[in-house]
């Protein structure tokens, strides 16, 4: 029911009315803005926070290069919007649920997912907890309270409204953050995610990065309205737009998101205006429809070099530092990838398990056919005839733990 | 006659759709100047213009229902879906829109003019979401036409004929094989018939039916089973719903024996279909059981995908089997 007064002539509204501003404290130099307040950030935790930046640029820069000589099948980096995932996950209780779309690995490495972990999915091997189903950059993690990635956009935005409404009927001061993209934004999920957000008052962050493109679509090509932002009127929800680059910005912003949701069951919606520095996937070429000099003028605006300026201003950071963290980074991702190759893949009878809780019949007769079928060519199957060999097999103390 | 691979055959048929009739569109996320993900609608954007060639928003319930309106205004839509495994948000509109438009509004409307193009099929280490054959789900649907081209000469033909039926299509490219599968393709237009099955290649023992990508590996197959002196017929049955029961029931009637192959999951898949409505036909001339190389009952795998993957190697044996039974 609207309650809005009458008039009596037809007098449109454009929806320009809406403006909304950008948010912004740190300037690319380093500096705050004039008359803006860096957020509440102790020593150790900026240092968590920038260190899970570089860790996430150093892994999706070296990861990049490991699928062009063709030892990965596929990668997608979050080369540029750095700033924006991780500074909204520092912004949460570390038992708040993420739900990512595919792009937010430096979450993942904020909560400390391993570069060993990231390796075993990214290769599919017998120690992913994705158990080599799903294609590399899927992951999942239970301890980490982060779902394992579909690639179906926007179907995690109102599991997530739905997640955050279990939340609050738990009563544990918990709400869940929603990661999407400007384009994934325009699926039919977004909107019934948001409608049934505010009126169930559920305590979910939607998080919108807003990067420009949409594999080639370019946002102006998504939607005719100001951004994602001004549909949260619509919703009755709170909204801010960030600047996406802006590591206090988009801490302070997401803080205070949590607040509203966690203290007041109140949904949020956050525009983090950014930009997708990187090609869409290993699989797409961006020189065909966009151009070097826009992405240039993005790369200076670099989300890291901004934190990493205010760092050492304050006396924080050094070179030498940033130096030796690089080099140790770079050395850690050769060796946990070159650890992660060598491992075996997931056994055969992988295949059936988890369709249901239990095996079914059928699908255990379709394996042993298989089974029978694999040992007349082994050679053909070299994946799943070696775990057709009882002797074969590769135990480690770390499977041990798998699942996790 | 010139060679083209697939989405080159593909480009093809859609620039001739255009240039013979205005009413003709073409859009799908990143159809536009970017000519799609995997380029099939390159330069059709500068050809026709932005308004008949363009990008519609991240949504594929949209991009569907749009296509519905424009089909049922007159116009001729071609709407792409990325990735056959991306079809779904779009389902209530292609199964209780687009599939009953004519029959409930007895004919006043209908969306004839619409074919929805989406690449679909596995072996490119695609894991679930970029490797489905979602065909079962749409051949449960009176209303609709489901159409799947082998290679480049057979996509050119069959999506002409697609565009120009008067009932809503859906297309499914084998995206395995759109640089991969090469041949020759008339430049000029033409038309292959949709509801007709094609013989591919004639023989005595054993009947084997495919569509799409699958056709590849069962010629691979029955080449093993020829050297074994198993002499096979090959029926490509080229149009899903609604399909040539005559010409493979005509070809069971000669061999006795028949084995169909999808890449889709076993239970409810469309070879079931096939198998009951030809024991109903056949009953007295089966020499065997009618076999089905199909994917597992799980869905679409990564690391384990050769595995589950219904290839030449398990065709040729339930080839052997079906003749030695």
Request: aromatic share 10%; with cysteine; charged share 25%.
């Amino acid at each position: 029911m609207t309650t809005t007064q009458d008039i009596h002539e037809p007098t449109f509204l454009a929806g320009d009315e809406f403006s909304i501003p950008t948010f912004r404290l740190l300037k690319q130099d380093g500096t705050l803005h004039e008359g803006a307040k860096a957020p509440d950030l102790e020593h150790d935790k900026a240092l968590a926070i920038y260190r899970a930046m570089v860790a996430t640029r150093v892994l999706d820069e070296r990861m990049l290069a490991a699928q062009r000589q063709g030892r990965l099948s596929f990668y997608m980096q979050c080369t540029g919007e750095e700033a924006a995932v991780i500074g909204a996950t520092a912004a949460l209780d570390d038992a708040d649920m993420i739900m990512a779309q595919y792009r937010e690995q430096g979450a993942l490495v904020y909560r400390g997912f391993t570069f060993d972990e990231f390796m075993n999915q990214l290769f599919g091997n017998e120690l992913d907890y994705g158990k080599g189903r799903q294609m590399p950059i899927h992951y999942g993690s239970r301890k980490l309270h982060y779902m394992t990635i579909s690639s179906p956009l926007a179907t995690q935005i109102p599991q997530a409204t739905g997640y955050a409404y279990g939340q609050k009927l738990a009563g544990e001061g918990h709400c869940t953050t929603v990661f999407f993209g400007e384009g994934a934004a325009s699926e039919g999920d977004f909107h019934a995610a948001l409608n049934m957000a505010a009126v169930h008052e559920v305590p979910v962050i939607f998080f919108c990065r807003n990067n420009g493109y949409a594999i080639s679509t370019p946002s102006i090509e998504q939607f005719a309205a100001d951004g994602v932002a001004p549909r949260a009127f619509g919703y009755r929800m709170h909204v801010i737009r960030v600047d996406g680059n802006d590591i206090l910005a988009v801490y302070s912003a997401a803080r205070e998101a949590r607040r509203l949701a966690v203290e007041h069951n109140q949904p949020v919606l956050i525009e983090a205006m950014s930009y997708r520095l990187a090609a869409h996937s290993s699989s797409d070429d961006p020189s065909g429809y966009r151009s070097k000099k826009e992405e240039e003028a993005w790369r200076e605006k670099d989300p890291i070099l901004r934190m990493q300026r205010w760092l050492i201003d304050l006396g924080w950071w050094s070179e030498d530092e940033e130096k030796a963290l690089q080099e140790s980074l770079r050395r850690e991702v050769l060796e946990t990838m070159k650890r992660a190759e060598k491992r075996p893949p997931p056994p055969l009878d992988s295949l059936v398990t988890d369709v249901y809780a239990d095996v079914p019949p059928e699908l255990q007769r379709q394996l042993d056919a298989l089974k029978t079928h694999i040992r007349h060519y082994p050679e053909a199957y070299p994946k799943g005839a070696r775990s057709l060999d009882p002797d074969v097999q590769a135990g480690d103390d770390v499977a041990a733990k798998g699942g996790e | 006659m010139p060679t083209m691979n697939l989405l080159q055959a593909i480009n093809n048929a859609l620039d001739i759709a255009m240039g013979e009739d205005d009413k003709v569109l073409c859009f799908g996320e990143d159809v536009g100047s970017f000519g799609g993900v995997f380029r099939a609608t390159s330069h059709l954007q500068e050809k026709y213009g932005r308004a008949r060639c363009f990008n519609t928003p991240l949504v594929e319930q949209g991009i569907i229902g749009f296509a519905n309106g424009l089909a049922a205004q007159g116009s001729v839509p071609v709407a792409e879906i990325q990735f056959a495994d991306y079809i779904f948000p779009a389902f209530d509109q292609i199964v209780n829109e687009t599939a009953k438009f004519r029959y409930r509004s007895g004919d006043l409307f209908n969306v004839g003019g619409l074919t929805i193009r989406a690449p679909y099929g596995g072996g490119i280490s695609g894991g679930h979401y970029h490797s489905q054959s979602p065909e079962a789900y749409f051949t449960h649907t009176p209303g609709l036409k489901i159409v799947v081209p082998r290679d480049p000469y057979q996509a050119k033909g069959l999506l002409l004929a697609s565009i120009r039926d008067p009932d809503p299509v859906i297309f499914f490219e084998p995206k395995r094989l759109y640089r991969a599968a090469v041949g020759e393709v008339p430049e000029e237009d033409y038309q292959l018939p949709i509801g007709e099955a094609e013989v591919t290649k004639e023989g005595t023992d054993v009947t084997l039916v495919g569509w799409g990508a699958q056709m590849e590996v069962i010629e691979r197959a029955v080449e093993l089973a020829e050297k074994d002196g198993i002499s096979c017929e090959v029926i490509d049955l080229r149009t899903l719903l609604p399909w040539d029961q005559d010409s493979v029931a005509e070809s069971v009637f000669k061999t006795g024996r028949l084995v169909v192959t999808h890449e889709a999951p076993r239970t409810g898949g469309f070879a079931g279909e096939i198998a009951a409505a030809i024991q109903e036909r056949c009953f007295l001339y089966l020499e065997s059981p009618i076999a089905r190389v199909t994917g597992l009952d799980t869905p679409f795998p990564l690391t384990l995908e050769k595995e589950y993957l219904p290839d030449h190697l398990k065709i040729v044996e339930a080839i052997r089997a079906s003749v030695n039974f």
